[in-house]
């Protein structure tokens, strides 16, 4: 696994100018002033494209009364996104050079994931996985491209990791062919094969040789990541309420969505963002539970958007399911980020059991929340507000909390 920043120094020529290719050396962990690119940038823009079409055909799905099926295609094709952004991630923290070649197959890893993002529609509609897969296999051989051209430049150890990475993305690529031919009802099973195995590249690539990913780096990247989803949220809650107030002049039953999803949002972010995370990240170990588990707090915080768009259409009469239902849509991705957040961030810099209880205790009351009709979204939205003043002040009353600042502090 691995992520990118600023270039290295220049090995050789004339001073401030940059040899248009270069060796693709592995880059230190101790680099300061480590920060992400503009091309990491618009690399995490493109991909939230193809986030909001399956955010979109996952709002379809539930709002006819099929949330089981939208649900699980909406893991599946999530996935594929999430797995490829993250390779990407990790690989350019300890490789990254900025040189052409490098931003010409960045940028074709980028076309791979609009074409997928082409074919999410046809993914969730008619179980169509083509365009999907292909797309897929764009980013992918461009990624395992990546990795060859690390192989060139390493010897011992690092290459023989950098070799195994090229292989393992190739054989995967190879292995989701299932998809396109398998019986539809063996495929979700088949997913879970695959995606297992997508996840076992990682640590049988490194078994030798750990690549030189930066912690604070990639923690930038992940936290970056995570604003541009929760930004994503904000603008299609936005859009459903707008088209709402202006197809059915239904303010008032609006309003209570709108500032309860307002404050879901404030606080998804303040409690991502109230701890320093990469001091956490010290071995392969833990960097990886935790890039792994952001899985589901990617999807989660995706999901809460789709699930504000349904409740919304709900309450316009636009969706086929019961009330109960549209809350839960809501109610649920909330609960989930709140206790992924807790167990990948912040129960590690917490201070006795009052402290560590505030985000389960939180996501109880938000599935609670389920339950209260169409006030359900606003006094979800309510809770978690609560949550993040209940933190703040559980932080402040603590002279420890108070000396070392914000790496105590909980959310």
Same mark, same amino acid.
């Given at each position: 696994?691995?992520?990118?920043?600023?270039?290295?120094?220049?090995?050789?020529?004339?001073?401030?100018? /940059?040899?248009?290719?270069?060796?693709? /050396? %592995? /880059?230190?962990?101790?680099?300061?002033?480590?920060?992400?690119?503009?091309?990491?940038?618009?690399?995490?823009?493109?991909?939230?494209?193809?986030?909001?079409?399956?955010?979109?055909?996952?709002?379809?799905?539930?709002?006819?009364?099929?949330?089981?099926?939208?649900?699980?295609?909406?893991?599946?094709?999530?996935?594929?996104?999430?797995?490829?952004?993250?390779?990407?991630?990790?690989?350019?923290?300890?490789?990254?050079?900025?040189?052409?070649?490098?931003?010409?197959?960045? +940028?074709?890893?980028?076309?791979?994931? +609009?074409?997928?993002?082409?074919?999410?529609?046809? %993914?969730?509609?008619?179980?169509?996985?083509?365009?999907?897969?292909?797309?897929?296999?764009?980013? /992918?051989?461009?990624?395992?491209?990546?990795?060859?051209?690390?192989? &060139?430049?390493?010897?011992?150890?690092? *290459?023989?990791? #950098? +070799?195994?990475?090229?292989?393992?993305?190739?054989?995967?690529?190879?292995?989701?062919?299932?998809?396109?031919?398998?019986?539809?009802?063996? &495929?979700?099973?088949?997913?879970?094969?695959?995606?297992?195995?997508?996840?076992?590249?990682?640590?049988?690539?490194?078994?030798?040789?750990?690549?030189?990913?930066?912690? &604070?780096?990639?923690?930038?990247?992940?936290?970056?990541?995570?604003?541009?989803?929760?930004?994503?949220?904000?603008?299609?809650?936005?859009?459903?309420?707008?088209?709402?107030?202006?197809?059915?002049?239904?303010?008032?039953? +609006?309003?209570?969505?709108?500032?309860?999803?307002?404050?879901?949002?404030?606080?998804?972010?303040?409690?991502?963002?109230?701890?320093?995370?990469?001091?956490?990240?010290?071995?392969?170990?833990?960097?990886?539970?935790?890039?792994?588990?952001?899985?589901?707090?990617?999807?989660?915080?995706?999901?809460?958007?789709?699930?504000?768009?349904?409740?919304?259409?709900?309450?316009?009469?636009? #969706?086929?399911?019961?009330?109960?239902?549209?809350?839960?849509?809501?109610?649920?991705?909330?609960?989930?980020?709140? $206790?992924?957040?807790?167990?990948?961030?912040?129960?590690?810099?917490?201070?006795?059991?009052?402290?560590?209880?505030?985000?389960?205790?939180?996501?109880?009351?938000?599935?609670?929340?389920?339950?209260?009709?169409?006030?359900?979204?606003?006094?979800?939205?309510?809770?978690?507000?609560?949550?993040?003043?209940?933190?703040?002040? $559980?932080?402040?009353? *603590?002279?420890?909390?108070?000396?070392?600042?914000?790496?105590?502090?909980?959310?």
């Amino acid at each position: 696994m691995t992520s990118s920043p600023a270039p290295p120094p220049v090995p050789s020529g004339a001073p401030g100018i /940059r040899q248009p290719l270069r060796k693709l /050396r %592995a /880059r230190g962990r101790d680099e300061a002033h480590r920060t992400a690119s503009p091309l990491e940038l618009f690399f995490d823009l493109c991909f939230v494209v193809a986030v909001a079409q399956a955010g979109i055909e996952l709002v379809h799905s539930v709002a006819e009364g099929h949330a089981g099926q939208g649900i699980l295609d909406y893991a599946m094709v999530f996935f594929a996104l999430w797995w490829a952004w993250m390779n990407f991630t990790w690989f350019a923290s300890a490789y990254d050079n900025d040189d052409i070649l490098y931003r010409v197959v960045t +940028l074709v890893q980028i076309a791979g994931v +609009l074409v997928l993002a082409a074919g999410v529609s046809r %993914a969730f509609e008619e179980h169509d996985y083509l365009v999907v897969w292909l797309g897929y296999a764009i980013m /992918r051989v461009a990624m395992s491209a990546q990795w060859l051209r690390a192989a &060139r430049a390493a010897e011992g150890p690092e *290459r023989t990791t #950098a +070799l195994r990475y090229a292989g393992g993305v190739l054989a995967c690529q190879v292995g989701w062919l299932g998809l396109l031919f398998l019986p539809e009802g063996a &495929r979700p099973w088949w997913f879970l094969v695959m995606a297992l195995l997508e996840m076992c590249v990682p640590p049988f690539a490194e078994r030798g040789h750990t690549t030189s990913w930066h912690p &604070r780096h990639i923690a930038e990247r992940y936290g970056l990541f995570t604003i541009i989803v929760l930004g994503e949220t904000i603008a299609a809650a936005t859009v459903a309420v707008k088209s709402g107030i202006d197809e059915n002049d239904a303010l008032g039953e +609006l309003l209570p969505i709108a500032a309860g999803g307002l404050l879901i949002i404030f606080a998804a972010w303040w409690i991502y963002f109230v701890v320093p995370i990469h001091g956490h990240l010290r071995s392969n170990r833990q960097a990886f539970l935790w890039g792994y588990g952001h899985y589901l707090v990617l999807a989660s915080a995706a999901a809460i958007g789709a699930g504000l768009e349904v409740a919304v259409e709900e309450t316009v009469g636009k #969706a086929h399911i019961s009330t109960l239902a549209a809350s839960a849509a809501v109610t649920l991705p909330t609960a989930l980020y709140l $206790l992924t957040v807790w167990a990948l961030h912040s129960r590690h810099f917490k201070q006795g059991i009052t402290q560590q209880l505030v985000l389960p205790t939180t996501a109880l009351l938000v599935i609670c929340c389920t339950f209260l009709g169409h006030w359900a979204v606003f006094a979800t939205g309510v809770v978690c507000a609560l949550s993040v003043v209940a933190g703040e002040t $559980l932080a402040a009353m *603590r002279p420890a909390a108070r000396q070392s600042g914000p790496a105590t502090r909980t959310g």
